[in-house]
């Protein structure tokens, strides 16, 4: 099994994990020292460690994009071609943060949409 499906089953042997007993308290941001932030990049991180996976960190999830954007490794929404395993960067909200979410993806959908485990 390559790093990328070793990557993708860690994160949804994860599905179903809970944060608490306090907001945002995770193992994910125990690992990345960010508990009680918003824990999408972490568990991205966590899940990444767990099979050896070098990325940038996404802790912040717009300084993981910049990052990303840095080293050429990052597509449009217009552009892009997700293939599993990708990371997906989520804007969901006008005004604030420019990217509020990351997850990762487990398929391309045809539709100009993916399927994540966030």
């Known amino acids: ?7 993708i089953m860690t994160a949804r042997a994860e599905i179903g994990t809970v944060e608490g007993p306090k907001d945002n308290e995770t193992k994910y941001g125990a690992f990345t020292k960010a508990n009680f932030q918003p824990w999408c990049g972490s568990f991205v991180m966590w899940c990444a460690n767990q099979v050896g996976l070098k990325i940038p960190n996404v802790v912040s999830t717009t300084e993981g994009a910049t990052k990303f954007q840095g080293t050429g490794r990052w597509a449009n929404a217009e552009t892009a071609k997700p293939a599993a395993g990708d990371l997906a960067f989520f804007d969901f909200a006008e005004g604030g943060n420019p990217i509020d979410h990351v997850g990762i993806v487990v398929r391309d ?8 485990i966030e």
């Open 109 to 116: 959908n045809g539709d100009g949409t993916v399927t994540t």
């Open 1 to 7: 099994m390559g790093q990328c499906n070793q990557f």
